[in-house]
Each structure stands twice: as C-alpha cells, then as structure tokens.
C-alpha cells in the first residue's frame, strides 16, 4: 500500500469487474455508480462525447440576409441549437435527402420600423413526405434562444438542414454538455468503514465536520460530494482511494435523457468489442 500524503492510494486492481448502477437521475443530470478499470469507464465517456448520435441543424441555405451578422456566424448559431427529436428515429445522412435522414426547418423574419429579436422558437418545421405522422412536430428544445437582433427594414430568410451525426464530427452533435468521472472514497475510522456499497459510517459525530456536508447523516453519507480536501482527515479519518470504483456524470443537452445516453454508448461499445473479436478470429 502506497501512502502519499494523506490520502491512501490502494494499490492497482488486477480485477476485470464491471458493474454499472444508477445513483441519481433527472433530466439535467444522471449519475452512475460504475465499478471497472479506468481505462473502460474512459473508453464510455470518449464514446458519449464523440459516438453518440444526435440530430442538429446542418446546412443552411440563405435567400435573404440584410441583417449586420454574416450568414457564417448566423450558421454558427443557429447550427448550435439541440433539437427535440429522436435521432434514433433517423439515418445518417447519404446523397440523397429523405424523411428518413433530414429535418427541414425555415425561418423568415422582418423587422418593421423598430429592432426586431429573433428567436429558436422562430424556426418553422417543414415536414418531409411522412414525417408528421411518423415523429410529430419537431421544435428546438429551447423556444428563447436568442439568434440574432434584426434592425428597421432588416429581413432574413433561411432554410435550415438538419442531419444526424457525431460528436467526433463537430461538437453541435454532442448528447452532452459534460461528461465525466471521479474516484470514489472509501472512509475508514477505527474498524468502522464506508465505501461506495455501504454508506452507514456510525462514528462518534463530534469527531467529524465536513463543509460539503457528507456526514450530515451517518446512516448514509453523502460519498458523491466528497471533494477530497482533506479536512477531515484531522479528525482522525482515514480516507482511502482505490482505481476501480468511480462516480460517473452525465448532463445532456439535447432529446436524449442520461439513461438513453449511456445505453446508446454502451450499444456503441459492443459494436466496436465484436469489431475487435471478429478482426482476431
Ligand atoms: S475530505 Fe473534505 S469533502 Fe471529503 S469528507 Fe473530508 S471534509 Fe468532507
């Protein structure tokens, strides 16, 4: 055992566990419990960022722009809106547009004899061939994003191509604002021990204060908000760090919440696994 400083850091696990299991979740935010060797638990994360299809606008078509910001940067903004629409209902894009692989939206603005805001909840759904019945109506998933101030007179009139793609791509097809991961303590004091399995660590309370308050109750403490600052460790704790054990956050930006995100990439996974299998048989 490697000691260094004052937090413990267990020696390197041989073991080829995996385990996953749901700490919290709603729609800004989803933790897992994950138990693997950091080297999968990173491959998940570069998969959810980068391999994990979204739909976002990406194509844009100008007929009109008298506004003072140039269709580049008008692209830009517009291109960076999440959508609420499944992409697992969609094809990656090929040569040819459908309703299988494309969204269409269009937007026409004109400002009067004041400035005029536009807005995403500007943004006109164009149905292809089937795709009302098939999807419903498609909207940003946000109507208040503000996309550009138009003057007196000023007029634009866009429409705009929405495909699936990855985040390995360009970052607008990223499910995810951030994503990521952090070891997971194990407490210890005396005989009594904590750890990501049992939370109960019923020690004497006036032993031990917390500022993120992870003590506030010892039948289950709070591990997730530890931020290893070490305070307590006066207090006579012992606070332990193994590579196997991690807290693992996911808060999506787009149509899919972090449960269908990280079934997504694990689906992602297994492809690229049997790839690997298949290539040495
Ligand atoms: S290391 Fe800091 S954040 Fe973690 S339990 Fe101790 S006092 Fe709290």
């Keep these: 055992m490697e000691v260094t400083k004052d937090i413990i850091h267990l020696k390197e696990s041989d073991s080829h566990q995996f385990s996953l299991k749901l700490y919290s979740h709603d729609n800004n935010k989803t933790q897992f419990l994950m138990e693997s060797s950091p080297a999968i638990i990173n491959t998940i994360r570069r998969i959810i960022l980068d391999e994990t299809p979204t739909m976002a606008p990406d194509t844009m078509v100008v007929h009109q722009n ?43 603005a004109k400002a009067g004899d004041k400035p005029l805001n536009v807005y995403s909840g500007d943004l006109q759904y164009t149905p292809i061939g089937n795709q009302l019945e098939r999807i419903g109506n498609v909207r940003p998933l946000e109507e208040k994003i503000l996309l550009l101030k138009l003057g007196a007179q000023q007029e634009i009139k866009l429409e705009i191509y929405c495909h699936k793609g990855i985040g390995k791509v360009h970052s607008k097809w990223s499910p995810v604002s951030v994503c990521f991961y952090n070891m997971l303590p194990i407490f210890k004091y005396g005989e009594t021990k904590a750890d990501w399995n049992n939370r109960q660590f019923k020690v004497p309370l006036q032993q031990l204060s917390c500022p993120m308050g992870v003590y506030d109750d010892l039948e289950e403490i709070k591990i997730d908000k530890c931020t290893l600052c070490r305070s307590c460790l006066d207090t006579g704790v012992q606070i332990m760090l193994d590579d196997q054990h991690y807290l693992f956050t996911i808060e999506p930006v787009g149509y899919l919440n972090g449960l269908q995100i990280m079934q997504e990439a694990l689906n992602v996974l297994k492809i690229k696994a049997h790839l690997v299998v298949d290539g040495l048989m």
């Design 66 to 108: 008298t506004s003072v910001m140039h269709d580049e940067v008008l692209a830009q903004r517009i291109g960076l809106i999440p959508l609420a629409v499944d992409p697992r209902q969609f094809d990656f894009p090929d040569d040819q547009i459908n309703e299988q692989n494309t969204i269409v939206f269009t937007l026409h």
